[in-house]
């Protein structure tokens, strides 16, 4: 089963939250996936967390145990092709994830050895999350804001590419669902970010009522109880879809 099969296997079931790995221990994961395999849509975890051999033994773990929820890597890769080449045999064949992060600065070109990898997800940051992230994804080019141009020449870079666009911009979110239509988005910064979920919901659906990949990070791995952290997002997103 393809990438984009599991996502909408999910979300045929109504879940939309993506739990945000953000810890590099194994054991710990290994006890936030089992409280909450079954709410939720996909795993997120942050390559930026994990010594060597632990994020292999949490994706590893989530393969034999809970395989048809899709795993995306958050790994913001992006380098010229021969790089790229390495990055993409790393993420996809060594460690083997469904999906990983990648920016779009160095252009569709130098993004080949994901893009062809069409039984994998895709996921180009367009407008992220982060307070600062309009020094450059502001700029006007072309006479629009340079997320919007991104996200134009975004949608049309394949079946298996979706995109970033951060919770805390929930206006920018809108006009980034009018223009990729019904595209996969990865919407980080829900919890401890302060994105606002009523404002992600309404602007993000797609034409089916589907297409968000909610993601959760702080708010539930570091949570008293992450289950029921889990399941009040997933209540909470209920209501409002």
């Not at 051999?53 to 048809?68: A, F, R």
């Not at 045999?89 to 994901?114: C, M, N, Q, R, W």
């Not at 019904?182 to 919407?187: K, R, S």
């Amino acid at each position: 089963m393809g990438f984009l099969d599991k996502l909408t296997a999910k979300w045929n079931e109504g879940k939309f939250v993506c739990v945000g790995l953000d810890n590099g221990d194994f054991e710990f994961n290994r006890k936030i996936i089992d409280q909450t395999f079954d709410l939720s849509l996909a795993y997120k975890p942050n390559a930026a967390f994990y010594k060597e051999g632990e994020l292999q033994k949490t994706v590893s773990y989530l393969k034999s145990s809970y395989p048809d929820i899709p795993i995306i890597l958050d790994a913001k890769r992006g380098d010229i092709g021969n790089t790229n080449e390495a990055y993409a045999k790393a993420i996809f064949d060594d460690l083997g994830v469904d999906a990983a992060t990648v920016h779009p600065y160095l252009g569709k070109e130098s993004l080949a050895p994901f893009l062809k990898r069409e039984d994998k997800g895709i996921f180009v940051l367009v407008k992220t999350s982060n307070p600062g992230a309009g020094e450059f994804q502001d700029l006007t080019v072309e006479g629009k804001p340079l997320y919007q141009v991104v996200a134009e020449h975004v949608k049309n870079w394949g079946s298996n590419v979706g995109i970033v666009v951060g919770a805390t911009y929930s206006e920018e979110l809108k006009q980034v669902r009018n223009i990729v239509g019904d595209m996969p988005i990865l919407v980080p910064g829900i919890g401890a970010q302060g994105g606002d979920l009523e404002a992600t919901i309404k602007n993000g659906l797609n034409s089916k009522k589907q297409g968000l990949i909610i993601s959760s990070s702080r708010g539930i791995i570091f949570a008293e109880n992450p289950r029921e952290a889990t399941l009040n997002l997933t209540n909470q997103i209920q209501s409002l879809i």
